[in-house]
């Protein structure tokens, strides 16, 4: 969970410098924006599982902050209906939606294309590829075995990470702790 605070934070504190000049009132959209994640962040930091519906909310703070950033580079679908009794564990969403945008081209050519959906007994995150060609943004895989580390601790299900050539798709199975 760490891992993900600092590089954030850096990242949203450029992008609002330079909407502070463009559009105040686009930069004061994405301070609200920012408030409601890091309170989320800052709720769940110590603990295993958070509710799906918890996470869905954030999901789509996030996205909608990222979104102020890319614009129409960027678009998101979010198909969740079953939220109650199901967990997962806190900011693997978040995660898997900053990697897709760290690694692939997000253009008003090329829009990048993320989509939540749930299964019976898991959500999936998935995104059209368009890696970018840089060395900077190489894939170290860290952020996945993060994801893949957590569960092993929580419980013997285990994501399911998919690359094909037209998409990457990470399947995390949802978890009942009535069931477990």
């Known amino acids: 969970k760490d891992q993900v605070n600092p590089h954030f934070l850096f990242n949203s504190l450029n992008v609002l410098s330079n ?6 009132d686009k930069s004061a959209e994405f301070i609200q924006q920012l ?3 890091y309170r989320y962040v800052l709720d769940v930091q110590n603990k295993e ?12 703070n996030y996205l909608s902050l990222q979104k102020i950033r890319f614009e129409q580079s960027l678009e998101y ?5 079953q939220m109650k009794g199901w967990n997962i564990p ?16 997000a253009s008003m050519e090329k ?12 959500l999936i995150v998935r995104n059209n590829l368009q890696p970018k060609l840089t060395k900077e943004v190489a894939d170290s ?11 092993a601790l929580l419980s013997d299900k285990s994501p399911k990470i998919t690359k094909t050539g037209t998409e990457f ?12």
């Open 169 to 180: 798709i990470v399947e995390l199975p949802l978890l009942n702790l009535e069931k477990s």
């Open 77 to 81: 679908f979010i198909d969740v209906n």
């Open 49 to 60: 599982l958070v509710g799906l519906e918890k996470e869905v909310v954030f999901a789509e």
């Open 141 to 151: 895989g860290i952020g996945l075995e993060n994801i893949e580390k957590r569960y």
């Open 90 to 105: 806190p900011l693997s969403l978040q995660l898997l939606l900053e990697n897709a945008i760290k690694h692939n081209i």
């Open 35 to 37: 408030s409601k994640i």
């Open 19 to 24: 909407l502070v000049y463009e559009s105040p």
């Open 111 to 122: 829009p990048l294309k993320i989509f939540i959906q749930q299964t019976p007994d898991s």
